[in-house]
C-alpha cells in the first residue's frame, strides 16, 4: 500500500512536472531534479509494494 508520505512525494513532483509554463521557466537542471525525485519516490513505492508479495 503507498503511504501518505510517498503519496505526496509523487503528487509534488508530477503536478510541478505537469504545469507546462512553471517547465518553461525553470532551468533544465532544477526539472531533471524534480523528475529524477520523483523517480525515485516512485523507485521506493515499487520496491515496497514488491516486498510485500
Known sequence: MVSIKN???IKAP???L???GLM?????????????????AQAAIL???LALL
Open 7 to 9: 503519496s505526496g512525494e
Open 18 to 20: 505537469s504545469n507546462a
Open 14 to 16: 508530477s503536478g510541478r
Open 24 to 40: 518553461d521557466k525553470t532551468p533544465a537542471d532544477v526539472v531533471r531534479g524534480v523528475r529524477d525525485a520523483l523517480t525515485e
Open 47 to 49: 520496491k515496497s509494494q
